[in-house]
Structure formats: structure tokens, C-alpha cells
């Protein structure tokens, strides 16, 4: 089903529209959870708080895109989830954090709005190799050695080329006037 | 706060970079052109003694691909001869492997006609049943559509268990479709009225490389009606056609009882019925399979272990020359009892640490076990050296088991807590 009779499921106040969600998303959603969770069944409450999450927001949410909407709920609550059970310094997540530290030593809060726009536009200058690399990293929060045996490299050309972009990715918010 | 806030901000991305996140992994199998294609092919035809780490067979087996297979493994793969053909339609299997109850088969199609042709299969008739479980393949192979040249090759492993004899004479087929409705660009518009092929392909990586089917999910439309989805998510190869369509449903349900070969058989008729496609070309590949890496067990006595309310039971834990099993079950010791439960393990293969593999909660998943394989790696007697689970409650350990084989050494398998 396209997404946008999914969508009108969701307005018609449908439950058939999660049963669609999950059969089109499901799979996507679940291992997108389980890879930041490490845990099957945390990604499987964290699938259901997803479908439940958009059932409350759609409508008056539209969203263009279904699956971005939903992938992007995900990710929130996955990290809402390793946050509560203090897992999220421990593990892939503290190696995670720790390589962003070196963008970034602090936000500061009347500034998020300016570093989501300027890391979509650091992003946007980046080869399709290299950004899918770094997203996998920081977006699904995969581990290296997934990421190299995704992109058919070495594990050190990986965290090269990751730690370019970061090195890259602080320049280009300074450049922009952000320091962190 | 800090990096923490910066991962948090990281979420804000356009709906466009999420999805590129969320595409899956396009499986590079080779360049398209024929130059290379050749070269690449030229491979397939050295000898097995040479041909270890180069078989794509051995390489489907061994995904990690740092161990190199052993001598013992390479004496039970079977490598076909390659017959020299003209023909601009070809399937051949290229190499097969039979691992106790497991059927690998690495094939190669081509198309050089110019026009694009709907690749279906491989499928097994044989003694016993072949069930598929990984690579079977419903694409378009070759010509151009909607602007895009097509990668005039594909190939895959596929996976078979299989059930009862397993061994003799068996029957490859691979099935070629021309294509008979219009393909239509999904992106630009619904396709309504008479039948037509939908593509939502990124048309920009299909020209370099042969990605296989998973660069070309294909949706079928007709009357308006999306009659085939499982494409849609990125995953899956398949033109499967039912389940949105009130005739298609009809027509389908005639043959999803029946095994594999007469469903896939069926699928290719359906399209012809509602005017899909027409059947243009079958290959028909007789092999006779020999039972050679014979499964033994690394365990006289299987463990068993008190869970609380449940109880853990080791019901396999064997090797071949190919591979490690291990399968577990939790039997309830009363109703109810895992509703809630989930759980980890991990398996230390000649001391190496594989991934932790998660287990689902359900009841229905728990009482029909868990089942762990691997390929064995290299160059010495391969071993399981030890086993790790735990069992969680809300995502922390209730229960701890660490397996630990006594001596990897002696033939005599002593597994200790």
C-alpha cells in the first residue's frame, strides 16, 4: 500500500493502518531499534511505542514521508530508551559519544536549530559512500566492524574516513560561526 | 549533555539523508560490463584446488571473510563444468555444496538480448523437499527500462534445507519472463487502468554495478491497485502478487498450498493470465547431490539448565566439515512462564567471538527453539569453545550460563558451567 493511503488510514482513525505500517515498516523499524538497543526485546516495546507514537500524531501530522516520519520516532525513542536505562554511556553508544566529542565539547542551547541545519548541509557536500559511513555510525549507531563489512572495507579505512568527517564536520560548523 | 545532545540533533536530518540511512545495503556482486564480467568469470573456472577463497559459493558460507576454508570443505564442493554458449539467454549453476541437510548453489544468468527479461528461481525438484532460504531471485535482468541499461548479469547463492533424501539425481530450473505490460516510473505516476510494471529504482547505481535483485524492487499495478508490495520496504526481491487484488487473491490461493516448485511455477502463470508477462525461456539443470559432510555430534550428554521457571535445553550441538549447529529450546515449566522473557547468547567458535544474537520473547518463537550455525573457520580441528546466555528480565540478566568445552583438544566433549 503507498504510503499516502497508509496516511489516510491513519485520518480515517483506522486501526488497519497500523497493521499496514507494520507490515510495510515493520521489518525496517524493528532492526533499526535492535541495532541501537542491543536487546530484542526492547526494540520489540520500542516498534509498538512507534506505532503508537504515530497513531497519536497522525492526524494532525502529514508527514511526507511515512517511513522517515516513523524511522525517525524510532531512532528518538531507542535513544529515550538507552538514556533511561543509563545504557546509553556504556557499550557501542559510549564509543559513539565519544567520538563526538571531538565536534563537540558542549551545545549550547539557542544554537540547536543553526548545528541541525548546518549538519544537514555538512551532509549534503559529502560523497554517497561517505555519508551513508557516517550515518550508519551516527544515526544507526552501528557498530565499525558493520560498517566495514557494509562497505567492503578495512575497519581502519572506516574509522578514517570517519574521523575526516568529523574533523570536517567541526570546520564546517566553525565556519558557520558555531563553535562548540 | 554534549555529544550526547549532538547524537540527539543528529535525528533533525532531512527525510532524504533518514532514508538513505535506512536503504538497505546494495550487495555488490560484480561490474556489469562484459570486460570485467569475463574477467570475473574467468575465475569460476580454475580448478578447486585453487579456487578456496575465490568461490563465491565459499564465500557466501564464510560472510566474515577472514577464515579461509579448510581442505575438508573444499573436497565437498562441486564445481560444473562450463559449457561454452552462444545463446544471449543463458542460467548456469556454477558451483553446489552439499552440507548434511543444507544445499548451497551458486548461479549465473544472463541476458544480452537488449530487452529486459523477468529472471525467476533457481528451483529444485529432487527426492525429498527443498526449502528455500536464502537467494532465490524474482528480477529483471538486461535491456533497458525506463531509461535504465540493466545489469545483463545476475547471480546468487541460494540456500536450500532440505528434507528426507536429499541425495540423487535433482532437477535445477530457472525460469525466464518477457516482460508483456509497459514499465512505468512509480515515482512520477499511479499507474491506473490496464496492467502495468512499476519501478521506483534509483536509476544512477544500476549502470555501474550488477547489485542483484535488490536494486530492483519491482511493484505491479493494475486497475489502480497495488498487487505487489514486498518490494516496497527495499528488502525483498519478490514479485509476489497477492493478497491486493480480488481476482489475483482468487487465482493465487490455488496454489499457496502447494510446494515451492508449483508455487513458483504458479506465480509465472498468474502473470501470464492477468498479462504480466509470457514465459520466454526455461532451463532445466540436472545435478545428483552426494551426501558427503555428514553431521556429528560434539556432545555425548546435551546439557540442560533450570531458568526459574523454565528450562533450558540444549536439543543439538553438532558440526560438519562445513559447519557448527547449535540448537536450544526453552521448555515452560508452566503456563505462561515466557511471555515476558527474552534472552542472548553468544558462541565462541575456535576461540573467536561471534556477534551476540538476541532472542525473542514470545511463546510461540521460544517453544520452537533457537537454532545457531556458522560456517566452520579454518585450518585446524574447528571447535565450539564455549557458549554464553542470558536469559533477561526488562533488559537485565537473570540468568547467566557460560558453557565451556573442558578440553577443545579431545575428541571427548565435556561441556562444564
Known sequence: MEDREIVALYFARSEQAIRETDGKYGRQVRNLAEGILKNCSDAEECVSDTWLRAWNAIPPARPSSLGAYLFRIARNLSIDRLRRKKALKRGEGALVLDELKEVASRVPEDAEGEISAAISRFLEKQSKENRRMFLLRYWRMETIAEIAREAGRKEASVRMVLSRMRKGLRVALEKEGIWL | ?417
Open chain 2, 1 to 417: 549533555m554534549k555529544a550526547e545532545k549532538l547524537l540527539e540533533l543528529m535525528g533533525n536530518i532531512p527525510d532524504a539523508y533518514i532514508t538513505e540511512a535506512m536503504e538497505k545495503p546494495a550487495r555488490r556482486r560484480w561490474p556489469a560490463g562484459r570486460a570485467l564480467l569475463a574477467a570475473a568469470l574467468m575465475l569460476v573456472g580454475v580448478s578447486a584446488a585453487v579456487a578456496g577463497f575465490q568461490s563465491r559459493l565459499l564465500g557466501y558460507i564464510f560472510r566474515n571473510g577472514d577464515e579461509h576454508p579448510t581442505p575438508a570443505v573444499q573436497a565437498h564442493l562441486v564445481h560444473m563444468e562450463r559449457e561454452g554458449t552462444a545463446e544471449d539467454v543463458s542460467f548456469r549453476v556454477d558451483e553446489f555444496l552439499l552440507d548434511d541437510d543444507r544445499l548451497y548453489l551458486t548461479w549465473t544468468a544472463e541476458n544480452h538480448t537488449g530487452k529486459p527479461l523477468i529472471f525467476t528461481g533457481p528451483i529444485i525438484e529432487g527426492e525429498g523437499e527443498f526449502d528455500i532460504r536464502a537467494g532465490m531471485i524474482r528480477t529483471t535482468v538486461g535491456g533497458e527500462v525506463l531509461g535504465a541499461a540493466l545489469p545483463e548479469t545476475c547471480g546468487e547463492t541460494t540456500e536450500f534445507r532440505v528434507q528426507g533424501a536429499g541425495e540423487g539425481p535433482v532437477k535445477v530450473t530457472m525460469l525466464a519472463q518477457e516482460p508483456v505490460a509497459e514499465f512505468v516510473d512509480n515515482k512520477v505516476s499511479s499507474p491506473v487502468g490496464t496492467p502495468v510494471i512499476a519501478w521506483n529504482v534509483d536509476l544512477q547505481q544500476v549502470e555501474s554495478f550488477c547489485y542483484g535483485f535488490d536494486v530492483h524492487p519491482s511493484k505491479i499495478f493494475k486497475d489502480g491497485q497495488l498487487v505487489d508490495d514486498d518490494g516496497t520496504d527495499g528488502w525483498g526481491p519478490w514479485i509476489s502478487t497477492h493478497f491486493c487484488y480480488d481476482d489475483r487473491e482468487a487465482l493465487w490461493s490455488d496454489f499457496v498450498d502447494k510446494p515451492l516448485y508449483d508455487t513458483m511455477l504458479g506465480e509465472v502463470e498468474l502473470d501470464e493470465k492477468l498479462g504480466y508477462a509470457k514465459l520466454a525461456k526455461r532451463w532445466d539443470v540436472d545435478l545428483t547431490l552426494e551426501k558427503g559432510a555428514r553431521r556429528r555430534s560434539l556432545a555425548e550428554e546435551l546439557p540442560s539448565f533450570d531458568l526459574g521457571d523454565y528450562r533450558l535445553v540444549v536439543t543439538e550441538l553438532t558440526q560438519t566439515d562445513v559447519t557448527n549447529r547449535l540448537r536450544f529450546q526453552a521448555v515452560p515449566k508452566r503456563e505462561g512462564a515466557f511471555d515476558d522473557g527474552a534472552g542472548e547468547f553468544k558462541l565462541y567458535v575456535n576461540g573467536a567471538d561471534e556477534e551476540p544474537r538476541c532472542l525473542e520473547g514470545s511463546g510461540a518463537i521460544l517453544n520452537d527453539g533457537w537454532t545457531f550455525s556458522n560456517a566452520t573457520p579454518v585450518d585446524d580441528t574447528p571447535r565450539i569453545a564455549a557458549w554464553e546466555f542470558k536469559w533477561l528480565n526488562d533488559g537485565e540478566p537473570i540468568r547467566e550460563i557460560r558453557l565451556t568445552r573442558n578440553d577443545a583438544e579431545d575428541e571427548t566433549v565435556d561441556w562444564k558451567l
